[in-house]
């Protein structure tokens, strides 16, 4: 006759309580690191070239924002060519590299 056999934990040991393990799992859950708010920076905080490019940016996004309809066209901002009225995407680095080809002129 061939038994296996069972391990039982102890409830009442102090050796191998479940308790003190959650207990351990609970105190380094609570312990998180606290995430810093970000926040657009303050007016005096921006250098002027900077600002000068964020308001080119500003203009560009009025500028290009496509007339078209999300399931149209999956951009926000395009480049419409006169003579073709063919799309092309602008995506933020493309408009930020406009806006300082602008503000460098």
């Keep these: 006759m061939n ?5 039982r934990k102890h409830h009442g040991s102090a050796s191998g309580s479940d308790a003190d393990d959650d207990s351990l799992d609970d105190s380094s859950k609570k312990t998180k690191k606290k995430k810093k708010k970000t ?3 303050k007016e005096n905080k921006t250098l002027p070239a900077n600002s000068q490019v964020n308001d080119q940016i500003g203009l560009l996004r009025t500028r290009w924002a496509c007339p078209l309809p999300e399931s149209q066209c999956a951009s926000d901002y395009c480049f419409i060519a006169p003579e073709k009225a063919s799309h092309y995407h602008l ?3 493309q408009l930020e590299a406009w806006a300082q080809a602008i503000a460098a002129a």
């Design 91 to 93: 995506n933020f680095a």
């Design 3 to 7: 038994s296996k056999a069972v391990k």
């Design 39 to 41: 926040e657009a920076p």
